[in-house]
């Protein structure tokens, strides 16, 4: 006869528990347009730096409300900068070339550096519906414009305290 004793039966084991959560602070929201360019002849650009005589175009980020709790608005803008001027943004691949297009506050006070996470446009915040006013245009790169369509597309990132 063999006697087992309960402790030699006893099994031990480990389980895990994940907690999960989010401590939120405040939140923003924020929507955007199309920006139309408009048609521009190769022509009207007359040198590296020039734009054409119509120049800038005004567009407007919509606010769609910020959290009370919000002080300050950081705006990065991310998308392909123009490989000849860093400043600016490039023309998608397969279009127009020897151009890029430059972001600015409707001011002109800021300009916007593509891809910078340090040099940021700061607003306050503005209700829902309210707009931060903003302006774009295409500026020459290369000594020579070739025609084809002009797009890009840049991603507004936002961070705020």
Known sequence: MTLVSGAALAQTGNATINVTGVIG????????NPVDLGAHDASEFTGVGTSPPSGWVDFPITSEGCSAD??????????????????????????????????????????VV????????????????????MRARYVQTLST?????????????????
């Open 114 to 133: 593509p891809n910078s996470t340090t040099n940021l446009l700061n607003w306050s915040p503005v209700a829902a519906g309210s707009t931060y006013p």
């Open 70 to 111: 919000i002080v300050t608005i950081h705006m990065g803008f991310n998308g392909n900068a123009d490989t000849t001027n860093s400043g600016l943004f490039a023309i998608a691949t397969g279009g127009a070339s020897g151009i890029g297009i430059q972001l600015q506050t409707q001011d002109g006070t800021a300009t």
């Open 25 to 32: 602070g405040g939140a923003c929201a924020i929507s955007t």
């Open 145 to 161: 414009v070739t025609p084809g369509a002009a797009d890009s597309v840049v991603t507004v990132m936002l961070s705020y305290n």
